[in-house]
């Protein structure tokens, strides 16, 4: 147990944990039901995987840039943070932030209503009960978060690759068939390399908020190699899942009942497709609403470490367990309420219109200012 606690503190929670962490929050909602996948990369056919490499590089620079910075100046939040890269206009990241965390909740609970739906449980049911497993963990504080999305981690990884190989299976010839023919079609549009790398860096910049969300765990790090390295796990560990999911979708590529423009959950449709049957339905529905929860229950517990930063640099105490879960419930309610509006919807505009916010507060003032400031730090004995 105790060579366990030294592993888990020691190289896990220094060089994997911060990954785990950023990858818990972001694969949530449209993510973990295929659905960003499709918005943000699958639908370009042949060329998509452009768009998932540049999501991978850009998630690797940005969560080394942002480690680095957190460390070198000991904030592990994401006030403290903004202002070392954009000074004075820090309170328009806290508008973007509470705003995108209450879409993504949005998302969450739309998500697992859907699922809910898929396997003929009342969609407003997941919907609830996302929302109220949310609340349940952020009472019980950041180390159960950790232990939490940990092992969340373990069995996304399981289950993706599981469906993944179960596709890839049974209708992997398509594949072959997509890039030979060098297939496009189910964009509406001309399909060019500087689109993809552009669609891949608005999804970067929406899904960039997921690395504040796991600064509470960045403490353990003291040298730039750690956040060097912590980075590039993050990057890997973000994008994996985004492949296993883009080459699963090739499988059925051009098929739009299954991978198509209004599929809300195309994996469901997938697993379908495939005669996965009632257990493996079943599987994927633990495993994602897994996840869902873990991309809420980070929404939730960042807003609240925001307010306890807060009122620590003020002098006083920090919230009480009834104020924690009044702004859980009133976060929770607007993300429920927002949720009806779809999955489909609220990828492919709120996300959008957020993004564009993200770009010019935290990607552009992380790589100009916080880079140039790690580039002139020199480390002090």
């Given at each position: 147990m105790k060579s366990f606690r030294n592993f888990y503190e020691g190289g896990y929670a220094k060089y994997i944990l911060p990954g785990v962490l950023l990858q818990s929050v972001l694969i949530g909602g449209g993510y973990a039901t295929g659905r960003e996948i499709y918005s943000y990369g699958a639908k370009y056919g042949a060329m998509g995987?452009?768009?998932?490499l540049t999501i991978g590089i850009g998630f690797a620079l940005f969560a080394f840039l942002t480690f680095e910075i957190c460390r070198i100046y000991k904030v592990y939040d994401y006030k403290n943070y903004i202002k070392q890269v954009i000074g004075p206009f820090w309170p328009v990241m806290d508008i973007l932030t509470i705003l995108i965390a209450i879409v993504l909740i949005a998302v969450m609970a739309a998500a697992t209503g859907s699922i809910f739906e898929q396997v003929g449980l009342p969609n407003i049911f997941g919907s609830v009960v996302i929302v109220l497993l949310c609340g349940l963990l952020n009472f019980k504080g950041a180390r159960v978060i950790e232990k939490f999305e940990s092992i969340g981690t373990i069995l996304l990884y399981a289950g993706y690759i599981l469906f993944t190989i179960l596709v890839l299976v049974n209708k992997g010839d398509n594949i072959s068939a997509v890039f030979a023919s060098h297939d496009t079609s189910a964009y509406d549009g001309s399909v060019t390399v500087p689109l993809c790398?552009?669609?891949?860096?608005?999804?970067?910049?929406?899904?960039?908020?997921?690395?504040p969300m796991g600064?509470?765990?960045?403490?353990?790090?003291?040298?730039?190699?750690?956040?060097?390295?912590?980075?590039?796990?993050?990057?890997?560990?973000?994008?994996?899942?985004?492949?296993?999911?883009?080459?699963?979708?090739?499988?059925?590529?051009?098929?739009?009942?299954?991978?198509?423009?209004?599929?809300e959950t195309p994996w469901v449709e997938m697993i379908k497709a495939v005669n996965g049957g009632p257990a493996l339905l079943a599987l994927f529905s633990l495993v994602m609403g897994w996840t869902l929860l873990e991309t809420a229950t980070g929404c939730i517990h960042m807003i609240i470490d925001r307010f306890d930063v807060a009122l620590a640099q003020k002098g006083s105490a920090r919230l009480t367990d009834k104020n924690r879960g009044l702004i859980t419930i009133v976060t929770l309610t607007l993300a429920l309420l927002l949720s009806r509006v779809g999955v489909v919807t609220l990828i492919e505009q709120g996300y959008t219109y957020?993004?564009?916010?993200?770009?010019?507060?935290?990607?552009?003032?992380?790589?100009?200012?916080?880079?140039?400031?790690?580039?002139k730090y020199r480390e002090t004995k």
């Open positions: 995987w452009i768009s998932g790398i552009y669609t891949g860096i608005l999804y970067v910049a929406y899904n960039i908020n997921s690395i600064m509470f765990s960045l403490t353990r790090q003291t040298r730039r190699k750690e956040t060097f390295i912590s980075g590039i796990i993050a990057g890997l560990l973000m994008v994996i899942p985004w492949f296993l999911s883009y080459y699963a979708m090739m499988c059925f590529y051009g098929n739009t009942a299954i991978v198509g423009a209004d599929v957020l993004s564009y916010g993200f770009i010019v507060f935290y990607l552009l003032p992380t790589l100009l200012i916080g880079g140039y400031k790690i580039i």
